[in-house]
């Protein structure tokens, strides 16, 4: 029995749904089910009690599930203890991303990776999503951050096939109104009712900017683009003065900004109909041995998503 398994047991545990588990996991659903299934065997009896749609923990699963996070916070410091014995001189982990790593958490996971292993030296390269999966491709980096969507990006079944994605955060386009906008108090909007107005996009060159260029077209309408930028927050406060409205992504929004925008609610998000789904991935060559310190990076992340490793707690203010 393989001792990950523990750790697969202790997420379905708490998402109590198989899809939820695998997507924290990394893992396809049918794996997932396949290695409780196995570990109920090996144990000797069911550790859930499944419907159709969600899974609960049987009483035998509620009497394994404090082991079971033992040996899987366990597993998490014995490899971690390991990784730093053997590597006890600095190791360079070369990654290409696109600029969004606080808004999904991932500037965290990357604090927490070098808290746990400090001889690691992340060095990260940020540009657009096309540049960084040319970068993976060609070597220039071990692992690449970057969004995608199956139906916008310029797809290449060669490329994608050479390399295995891990999808690390989903996130959906909405529109970005200011507050007496017509549109503000609407549940959602189709693109076509936004056929007259301004916009303001992520910055031209950008899978965001072709993304939302190419929903519009096939909405029906040439977006008339008054402002692009790399900086969300000149993006917002375009919006804020009601000058235009925005295409962003949920996430974009979710994250603190550090302009002061005042008291009342600058803005709206409405969600967008028919979605517009992404995902960002974690992704490398699928031929490539992958050096022991990204191995451990992307177990990290895995074991971060998974709720199995403690957030970074801030430092304390000086005075």
């Known amino acids: 029995m393989d001792i990950s398994y523990f750790s697969e047991f202790v997420v379905l545990a708490e998402t109590q749904n198989f899809w939820a588990a695998s997507d924290r996991l990394f893992i396809s659903q049918s794996a997932l089910s396949k290695h409780i299934k196995s570990l109920e065997n090996s144990l000797g009896a069911p550790l859930f009690d499944r419907t159709s749609r969600r899974v609960s923990l049987s009483e035998f699963g509620r009497e394994m599930l404090p082991y079971a996070q033992s040996i ?4 998490c410091d014995y490899e971690t203890a390991a990784f730093n014995f053997l590597h006890q001189e600095n190791v360079a982990l070369e990654i290409a991303s696109i600029p969004v790593l606080a808004h999904y958490n991932i500037t965290e996971a990357l604090l927490q990776f070098r808290q746990a292993h400090p001889t690691v030296q992340v060095n990260i390269q940020e540009t657009d999503t096309l540049q960084v999966r040319e970068m993976v ?13 199956p139906t916008y990006l310029e797809h290449d079944p060669d490329k994608e096939n050479r390399l295995v994605k891990l999808p690390y955060a989903r996130d959906q386009l909405i529109a970005v109104l200011p507050p007496n906008h017509p549109l503000s108090t609407a549940s959602h909007i189709r693109l076509a009712q936004l056929a007259d107005e301004n916009f303001a996009l992520i910055h031209t060159d950008t899978l965001p900017y072709n993304l939302c260029l190419r929903a519009c077209q096939e909405a029906g309408f040439q977006p008339r683009i008054i402002f692009t930028s790399h900086n969300l927050e000149s993006i917002l406060d375009t919006v804020r003065k009601g000058r235009c409205v925005a295409l962003l992504f949920t996430n974009h929004l979710n994250f603190p900004h550090y302009v002061d925008f005042g008291s009342t609610p600058p803005f709206v998000a409405v969600p967008i109909t028919p979605t517009i789904e992404t995902v960002v991935y974690l992704s490398y060559r699928r031929d490539d041995t992958l050096s022991s310190a990204a191995t451990h990076f992307i177990d990290f992340c895995k074991q971060a998503r998974a709720g199995l490793i403690n957030r970074v707690e801030e430092a304390p203010d000086e005075k």
Do not use: K, Q, S
């Not at 491709?137 to 969507?149: F, K, S, V, W």
């Open 72 to 75: 899987a916070r366990t597993r």
């Open 137 to 149: 491709l060609t070597r220039e980096c071990e692992i690449a951050i970057y969004r995608d969507t």
